[in-house]
């Protein structure tokens, strides 16, 4: 039934693009259809990524699945680079971070209840990445807290920054893709199954360009839905078009822990919040620098402090390598404080 949903969601996007050519609504009708409209590509994205993979190997399969189950946040970010909405950026790529570890975690063991064991080395390397990328952001972060922070010294603090988090990403990838190999030569006798490889490359084409065209839509509205709905451009970025970014991701595990595969799930939770920091977020960076206006990896201290308090008490809930219902409550009302943090905090 969740599929079949998701498929005739799909022509959101087509009547949301429609509707802005010819009826010219207001913006923050405009917002809510493209908010709406980004769910089901995103899933659509993933989908199609992983019938590619069981044709191109594990190389080209976790290459594809890097680049474009994070397309959306890519998309998002870079259209927002473009208007000159700075905080929005770095608000939604934190508000991501925190969003997979808090609330989709904590959503996933709240579903997925008791569970005896859990795969803590796995779990901890994760986290441990993520400390590591929050460490790093510090370094263009520290000298932002005091006059602007998006002066160009602070960009040329962010580029070897940047670099050194992909850098880890591929070592960290290419490891894990090495590590998987035979499991995934054992599930390529059912790749018959799926899509062809023609398929799933032509759906993931088209996918990627709606979703460009959406996520333009969604960053022009976001300004006039932020004023009519009385919130900052922050908040609406690090809580709502976070979640939305996410939204292949955040279903995914959900549903996966409800059918009681609670490693997967928050291997899931963990992993996506490891790679926004260690993928997305240089990766946004770096490809900012074509832009006239490059973005520094100059997070307030709110940002940081959401983002490294998520992974500290991630790490004290899962060390024991148990998932217990009550966790998941307690990681779902951690990211309610961290959402209030963020409506508290209000634009830079």
């Known amino acids: 039934m969740a599929r079949k949903l998701l498929w005739a969601s799909l022509a959101l996007a087509p009547a949301t693009i429609l509707i802005d050519l010819l009826a010219h609504p207001v913006k923050v009708a405009l917002f809510v259809l493209a908010a709406a409209s980004l769910v089901p590509l995103a899933w659509l994205i993933g989908e199609s ?37 700075p905080n929005v950026v770095r608000g939604s790529l934190a508000g991501s971070i925190v969003s997979n570890l808090l609330l989709v975690l904590g959503v996933a063991i709240v579903f997925g209840g008791d569970v005896v064991r859990l795969d803590r080395h796995s779990l901890m390397l994760q986290l441990g990445l993520v400390a590591t990328a929050v460490v790093l952001f510090l370094i263009p972060s520290v000298p932002g807290f005091h006059g602007d922070a998006d002066r160009h010294t602070l960009v040329v603090l962010s580029i070897p920054v940047a670099v050194v988090l992909l850098l880890l990403y591929v070592g960290i990838t290419v490891r894990n893709l090495r590590q998987h190999r035979r499991a995934h030569r054992a599930d390529e006798s059912e790749a018959g199954m799926g899509w062809t490889l023609r398929t799933s490359l032509g759906v993931l084409a088209v996918a990627t360009g709606v979703t460009a065209v959406i996520s333009e839509i ?30 292949a ?18 291997e899931i939770a963990v992993s996506s919040s490891a790679q926004v920091g260690l993928f997305v977020v240089p990766a946004v960076m770096l ?47 951690a990211y309610a404080l961290a959402a209030a943090g963020f409506f508290a905090a209000g634009d830079r």
């Open 49 to 85: 990524t992983e019938h590619a993979a069981e044709h191109t190997g594990p190389g080209i399969g976790g290459f594809l699945n890097a680049s474009f189950g994070n397309a959306p946040e890519l998309i998002i970010a870079l259209f927002a680079i473009a208007d000159g909405l």
């Open 287 to 333: 490809l900012s620098l074509f832009f006239p206006h490059a973005l520094p990896l100059s997070f307030r201290p709110v940002e940081l402090g959401a983002m490294a308090g998520a992974t500290a008490l991630v790490a004290i809930v899962l060390w024991d390598a148990r998932s217990k219902r009550w966790e998941g409550y307690l990681l779902v009302g």
């Open 249 to 266: 991701e955040h279903g995914g595990a959900v549903v996966i822990a409800h059918r009681g595969k609670m490693k997967l799930a928050t």
């Open 218 to 247: 969604l960053v022009h509205s976001l300004d006039a839905f932020a004023k009519a709905a009385g919130l900052s451009q922050f908040f609406i970025a690090a809580v709502i078009v976070a979640i939305v970014g996410n939204a």
